[in-house]
Every structure is written in structure tokens, then in C-alpha cells.
């Protein structure tokens, strides 16, 4: 028990033992409690009343008493004084949070639950033509007028991050959750980065198609030699015959690459049957592989939404580096399969395998693991980005496992068609 407390019951029942006494020497016993009653709740009301004027407007000077009320401003008093030091703590935080987002180039809102708009920064301010006096308590999707914008603020799923047109900018937007029911919206502006991708996608495209002629005839002519030349100029002519036909299987990657980035081609929203379509994969792996391995092939009936040209490409480039990276006699399984996450096509082999470093990065233009072994296999470093492109383009993704000499795994992870979902709710 509090010590105030203890001393405060001590000195009520002296008063009142006191007051029995005098009653019973009086005779005035009732009208002495209620007299010391009354005196008792008066003198803790007027305590209170001070207390309370004091809350109203904290001093440095508390109200003076005597008892419990003593020791209860006491606490008080220093219980505001921690308070006083977290909020100038805090508001000092806070300042320097503003300060330095007020130095980002990246564009900084805050918002509330409603998604309006109750801060921002000089980026923000000068990438969407804010301002304080009028601005701040919009919602931001009434100065944001972008459907794409509107559903993603609406739909509270800010897993993503979007890009969108706005002031003739290229912007790149995320929204943050932070304490409650608090958000913070970053953008990006990513104009100038957009046209230099633009531009090297032309000048890729373009370099690609121009080179397409003049390699085709080098071609020509290096075979029409071969097939006439002496044993002493045959050789290094042959030597130039692969390298042309390798630059030019480079040449039509890259044109590919281009299309795919550029989205020159509009993904054909066709119904694929992926059994059909690794059918016939499996079909033209065994012919060239010439018996050089053991090709499995392990399916499921499923279906998904998307281009089977661009799958079946992406699909052949897997299975073409489990053939290229595989030693002779290993196995090869090409498979579809389907579960509760989505369908999944795959090649799965017992090859070299890839070490764990180099997983992150295979997707990337002409990265190889090995670039001696890559270019005597006749790899052009372009198919496993040809892939990423695709699977981007069905918003899919390429899951890769692999332990070096055991083998790899490459699995293309789709979402399932709505009638395969219907079949398997049922």
C-alpha cells in the first residue's frame, strides 16, 4: 500500500475515534461525524477543483497541500514532465524526419485512412503540383485522376508497385502502411530511365535487323567456300561458319528480347493447353537430342490464359539447356503439373547444376556461369532472359533450384485458369 494512502487512513480514523470521544464527552456524537464528514468532502473538493484548474493550464508551480492531495501533485507533476520530454523527443524526431525527406529527390506524402493528404515534401510538391494551403486535406486520388492509380489506392493492395503517366512524367508509386492507419506514398520519377531503355531497344532492334542481311550472306558465301575449299583453307573457314551462324542465332535473340520489352506484340489472351503444348515440346526435344539422353515427359491436363508462340519459345529455351548442359545419359524430365498454388510447367535434369551464387543473376543478357562451356554449346547467354520476359508478360515467375552435380530445376509457377480453379473447387 502507498505510504500516502497508509498515512491517509491513519489520520481518518484518529479524526473519527477523536470525534467519538468529544460526541461521548458532549453529547453531540451525530452532529460531530456529520460536521467532520462534511468538512473531510469539502476540503477534498477543493483540492480537486485545483487539481483541475491546473490541468487546464499546467505551470511550473503546482498547487500547494497538505496529505494525499500533496503526494498525488507530486506525481502528477512528474508524470507531465515525462510527458513534456517524450513529445518534445518526438517532435524533434519528426522534424528531422521532415527535414531529411525534404532533402529526397523521391516524392514523399502522407496519408490518412481516408487517403487524404496531410503532408508532403519539395519533390512531391514540384512532381505533382502541390501545394499547402490548398492541397493538404484533398484526398489524393481527386488530384491523381488515374484509373490505375484510383484502383490501386482503393484496393489497398500495395504489395506492388505501379508506374504510371502524370504531368508528362514517367512515375513509379508505392504506398507504405506506417502506424495506424497511416500511409506514406512515394514516387519515383523514372522519365529519363524509361527513355534510355527506349532508346537501347531501338538501337538493339534496329542494329539486329540491319546485321540480319549482312550476316546472311557472309553465311552464304562461307558455305558455298566450304564446300570448295582444299583441306588447308577448310578448317578456318568452317571456324567462321559457326561463329556466323552463332552471331546470327545472337541477332534473332536480340530481336526477340526487343519485341518482348518493347510489347510490339499484344499478348494473345488464348486459352493454351499446356499437355497439347509440352506434347509437341517433347517431340522436338527427342529429335535433336539424337538418343543422347533420356527424355521424360510427365503431365496433367491444365490450361492457362496467354500466347502459346511465347510459351512455347520459353519452354523450348529451358529444355534446350537441360539437352546442351546435361552430359550424355543423364535424364531429362519435361512436366506439367497442377496443386492448390497454380500449374507449373518445368524441366528437371541431373546435369552439372549451377552454384548458388550464380542463381540470382541467370535471367541477366549474356550471363554464364561458365562462358568457355557456354559458347562451345552454342548458348547465346539470351535464352534464360527470354524466359523472364515471357513468364513477365503472363505474370508468372521462374523458380530455379539447382545443386552442382546433381542437377537443376527450372519451373514456371502460373496462375490457374478460372475454369481449372471451378474444377478443383468442385
Not at 512531391?124 to 492541397?135: K, M, P, S, V, Y
Amino acid at each position: 500500500m502507498n505510504s500516502g494512502l497508509r498515512r491517509e487512513i491513519i489520520n481518518l480514523v484518529a479524526s473519527g475515534i477523536f470525534i467519538l470521544i468529544l460526541g461521548a464527552l458532549t453529547g453531540y456524537t451525530l452532529e460531530l461525524l456529520i460536521a467532520g464528514l462534511t468538512g473531510y468532502i469539502a476540503w477534498h473538493l477543493y483540492n480537486l477543483s485545483k487539481l483541475i484548474r491546473w490541468l487546464s493550464k499546467p505551470t511550473k508551480a503546482l498547487p500547494e497541500s497538505i496529505g494525499i492531495w500533496d503526494e498525488l501533485y507530486y506525481q502528477i507533476y512528474h508524470l507531465y514532465q515525462r510527458q513534456r520530454k517524450a513529445r518534445k523527443k518526438l517532435k524533434t524526431i519528426a522534424d528531422r524526419f521532415r527535414n531529411t525527406t525534404q532533402a529526397l529527390p523521391i516524392a514523399a506524402i502522407a496519408l490518412n485512412k481516408s487517403n487524404e493528404i496531410e503532408w508532403f515534401n519539395q519533390a512531391a510538391e514540384r512532381i505533382f503540383n502541390l501545394q499547402h494551403a490548398t492541397d493538404v486535406g484533398n484526398r489524393i486520388n481527386n488530384l491523381i485522376r488515374k484509373p490505375a492509380f484510383t484502383n490501386y489506392i482503393m484496393e489497398k493492395d500495395f504489395q506492388e508497385i505501379i508506374e504510371l503517366e502524370f504531368n508528362h512524367r514517367q512515375l513509379s508509386i508505392c504506398i507504405t502502411p506506417y502506424g495506424h492507419d497511416q500511409f506514406l506514398l512515394t514516387a519515383t520519377d523514372i522519365t529519363q530511365q524509361r527513355q534510355l531503355d527506349d532508346m537501347r531497344r531501338d538501337f538493339v532492334a534496329n542494329a539486329s535487323h540491319e546485321l540480319r542481311t549482312p550476316l546472311t550472306v557472309i553465311s552464304g558465301f562461307v558455305e558455298a567456300l566450304c564446300d570448295q575449299a582444299d583441306s588447308k583453307i577448310k578448317t578456318p573457314l568452317e571456324k567462321i561458319r559457326q561463329q556466323t551462324v552463332r552471331m546470327q542465332q545472337i541477332m534473332e535473340d536480340l530481336v526477340i528480347l526487343a519485341r518482348l520489352e518493347s510489347r510490339l506484340a499484344p499478348l494473345l489472351h488464348d486459352r493454351v493447353d499446356l499437355e497439347e503444348l509440352v506434347q509437341q515440346i517433347y517431340n522436338d526435344a527427342v529429335m535433336i537430342d539424337h538418343d543422347r539422353h533420356e527424355i521424360i515427359l510427365s503431365t496433367q491436363p491444365a490450361s492457362i490464359m496467354g500466347n502459346s508462340v511465347e510459351l512455347q519459345m520459353a519452354i523450348t529455351n529451358l529444355v534446350t539447356n537441360a539437352i546442351r548442359y546435361t552430359p550424355e545419359n543423364g535424364t531429362i524430365t519435361l512436366f506439367v503439373s497442377v496443386d492448390n498454388d497454380g500449374v507449373h510447367v518445368g524441366v528437371e535434369d541431373n546435369g552439372i547444376g549451377i552454384m548458388p551464387e550464380h542463381i540470382g543473376r541467370l535471367t541477366e543478357r549474356f550471363y554464364r556461369v561458365d562462358p568457355g562451356r557456354s559458347r562451345e554449346q552454342g548458348g547465346t547467354g539470351l535464352g534464360l532472359a527470354i524466359v523472364k520476359h515471357v513468364l513477365d508478360r503472363h505474370d508468372a515467375s521462374l523458380h530455379v533450384h539447382s545443386v552442382p552435380g546433381e542437377g537443376s530445376l527450372f519451373r514456371c509457377d502460373f496462375e490457374l485458369f478460372e475454369q481449372e480453379k471451378e474444377e478443383k473447387a468442385a
